[in-house]
T-cell receptor, first 111, second 113 residues
Framework: NAGVTQTPKFQVLKTGQSMTLQCAQD?????MYWYRQDPGMGLRLIYY???????DKGEVPNGYNVSRLNKREFSLRLESAAPSQTSVYFC??????????FGDGTRLSIL | GQQLNQSPQSMFIQEGEDVSMNCTSS?????WLWYKQEPGEGPVLLIA?????ELTSNGRLTAQFGITRKDSFLNISASIPSDVGIYFC?????????????FGTGTRLKVLA
């Protein structure tokens, strides 16, 4: 019963470095999402994938790219990390259009 | 952009008390969701509401979708220590996009035993 698995759980980067956050779900869900959570601001949608082969921008996509590698996996890439991207990143999956199952997050600090 | 207002921001309650929190929006939304998040974990979906006026329960939790489609409340009856966490509302199903759900800033609940 893994659900949604995110790796890594923690990461520290220097400004300008690149990084890919991995997400995999084992529930055969069509939809997958990437959110970021900053203190006092709730969760904000970065990108989503309604189905394998499609991706779309959310509320805060600048500075990020995504890849829906297959139905199970949805990765988030920071090409040139900036301190403003310090946050907790959550991946979610769903069989509906709304986010149902979340991973436990990746805590990313950029110095 | 769109904003959701959740109130209260935080609350301390005694074990056994009932809890009420709400979520309001300036725009109409067709789907209202309630989540709970515990420290170090991702949010867990508690209740989903799809119809104006709908009242839905999940154990000790009850949520209602407002008639105007601009608000919702969540009630927790007979609170217990494990109810501690942050409760988020989220809305979607507007013209901004089917998959683009907006989250509120949360109500932080602390239960005193």
């Amino acid at each position: 019963n893994a659900g949604v698995t995110q790796t890594p759980k923690f990461q520290v980067l220097k400004t300008g470095q690149s990084m890919t956050l991995q997400c995999a779900q084992d529930m055969n869900h069509n939809s997958m999402y990437w959110y970021r959570q900053d203190p006092g601001m709730g969760l904000r949608l970065i990108y989503y994938s309604a189905s394998e082969g499609t991706t779309d921008k959310g509320e805060v996509p600048n500075g990020y790219n995504v890849s829906r590698l297959n139905k199970r996996e949805f990765s988030l890439r920071l090409e040139s990390a900036a301190p403003s991207q310090t946050s907790v990143y959550f991946c979610a999956s769903s069989e509906l259009a709304q986010p149902q199952h979340f991973g436990d997050g990746t805590r990313l600090s950029i110095l | 952009g769109q904003q959701l207002n959740q109130s209260p921001q935080s609350m301390f309650i005694q074990e056994g008390e009932d809890v009420s929190m709400n979520c309001t929006s300036s725009s109409i939304f067709n789907t209202w969701l309630w989540y709970k998040q515990e420290p170090g974990e991702g949010p867990v979906l508690l209740i989903a509401l799809y119809k104006a006026g709908e009242l839905t329960s999940n154990g000790r939790l009850t949520a209602q979708f407002g008639i105007t489609r601009k608000d919702s409340f969540l009630n927790i009856s007979a609170s217990i220590p494990s109810d501690v966490g942050i409760y988020f509302c989220a809305v979607g199903g507007s013209t901004s996009g089917t998959y683009k759900y907006i989250f509120g800033t949360g109500t932080r609940l602390k239960v005193l035993a």
